[in-house]
């Protein structure tokens, strides 16, 4: 089958309705065998050292996997690397559909788009809206892996992650994740409460570093609210599709952000958020627009290449967690 590589969120209903597989790099660069050397391999062949390192690993991963020549470019609402991006791909053979969401989510502007993808694939509304319902149905039972997180504290925080992640391509296969997905719930029902005192958000991109989730688990806290990747999960209840990717945050202006962050503060009862931010990523700077807008203790916590936690970020969250508690 024809795989469709995804750089991050889009309507892949319209993917799966066409009989395609949508891949998000994201996640193969990520989980994928020794992903530092991916980032190098696209300094090697040229990409500058002060780049994000998302957007190389993304480069050498779409080149190696030889079987999609196809990816969809964002070229608004996501990564103002994204033209260089497919510039630098398509020099390579690889084939680029552009997608755009209108930076004022603008309800026409979006529909318009989205059946522009549907006129590349060749797909009508009564198809990707049949695929609509069977992935509707599987965030469906991520959500509820999302409430035994922070209500019932049956789910590690890096469960949360991985599960509302892989909702932007479902791994490919949706019926296999969603058995995935049905088996994990069965045994989170009945898992134990987990004990960790102190309640964290995560906001900002995923990051590229490993062992933050399980660090803070260590040291008594807990991520109970990852925003971005929630996100990942459409968690809206409407059966129109234009309206489910004009509520999806992410792509527009950060002030909605922040009234979705604020609500889920207080419904969480979280008592303090990481921001994680990329080196070299333009979203560095709504460090300062959260800073402003949150009224609760934020610690920003950077990461540059793939690997595992460094010492000195240790020292900060240890800190960070401390003056947490010691508030309570
Ligand atoms: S972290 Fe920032 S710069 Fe890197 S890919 Fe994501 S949006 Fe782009």
């Known amino acids: 089958m024809r795989k469709i590589g995804i750089t991050t969120t889009v309507p892949v209903e319209v993917i799966y309705a066409a009989g395609c597989i949508p891949v998000d790099i994201n996640n193969i660069f990520i989980t994928g065998e020794h992903p530092q050397q991916k980032v190098e391999a696209a300094e090697i062949a040229g990409y500058p050292r002060n780049v994000c390192g998302w957007i190389k690993g993304l480069y050498t991963t779409i080149l190696e996997e030889k079987d999609i020549r196809e990816v969809i470019a964002v070229t608004q609402g996501d990564c103002t690397n994204t033209h260089a991006l497919?510039?630098?791909?398509?020099?390579?053979?690889?084939?680029?559909?552009?997608?755009?969401?209108?930076?004022?989510?603008?309800?026409?502007?979006?529909?318009?788009?989205?059946?522009?993808?549907?006129?590349?694939?060749?797909?009508?509304?009564?198809?990707v809206l049949i695929v609509k319902k069977r992935l509707d149905a599987i965030r469906k039972k991520v959500w509820e892996i999302d409430r035994l997180t922070w209500e019932e504290n049956r789910v590690s925080g890096f469960d949360n992650h991985l599960f509302q992640v892989n909702c932007s391509d479902f791994k490919g296969e949706p019926e296999s994740f969603d058995r995935e997905i049905s088996q994990f719930l069965e045994?989170?029902?009945?898992?134990?409460?987990?004990?960790?005192?102190?309640?964290?958000?995560?906001?900002?991109?995923?990051?590229?570093?490993?062992?933050?989730?399980?660090?803070?688990?260590?040291?008594?806290?807990?991520?109970?609210?990852?925003?971005?990747?929630?996100?990942?999960?459409?968690?809206?209840?409407?059966?129109?599709?234009?309206?489910?990717?004009?509520?999806?945050?992410?792509?527009?202006?950060?002030?909605?952000?922040?009234?979705?962050?604020?609500?889920?503060?207080?419904?969480?009862?979280?008592?303090?958020?990481?921001?994680?931010?990329?080196?070299?990523?333009?979203?560095?700077?709504?460090?300062?627009?959260?800073?402003?807008?949150?009224?609760?203790?934020?610690?920003?916590?950077?990461?540059?290449?793939?690997?595992?936690?460094?010492?000195?970020?240790?020292?900060?969250?240890?800190?960070?967690?401390?003056?947490?508690?010691?508030?309570?």
């Open 86 to 127: 497919m510039e630098t791909l398509e020099l390579q053979g690889v084939k680029t559909i552009p997608f755009a969401f209108p930076f004022d989510r603008d309800k026409d502007l979006l529909r318009l788009q989205i059946e522009k993808l549907m006129a590349y694939f060749e797909v009508d509304w009564e198809q």
């Open 187 to 328: 045994r989170a029902c009945h898992a134990p409460e987990l004990k960790q005192d102190v309640r964290l958000g995560f906001i900002g991109v995923p990051p590229i570093i490993s062992g933050l989730y399980h660090y803070l688990e260590s040291i008594g806290a807990r991520v109970v609210f990852n925003e971005i990747q929630r996100q990942f999960t459409m968690p809206f209840e409407t059966d129109d599709l234009v309206e489910q990717y004009r509520l999806y945050t992410y792509p527009y202006h950060v002030l909605n952000r922040i009234e979705d962050i604020k609500r889920e503060i207080k419904r969480r009862n979280l008592d303090g958020l990481i921001h994680y931010t990329q080196s070299f990523c333009f979203r560095q700077i709504e460090d300062l627009i959260f800073r402003q807008e949150l009224d609760v203790p934020i610690l920003t916590l950077e990461g540059d290449k793939p690997a595992q936690l460094d010492a000195r970020s240790k020292m900060r969250i240890d800190a960070f967690v401390e003056m947490l508690r010691w508030n309570k």
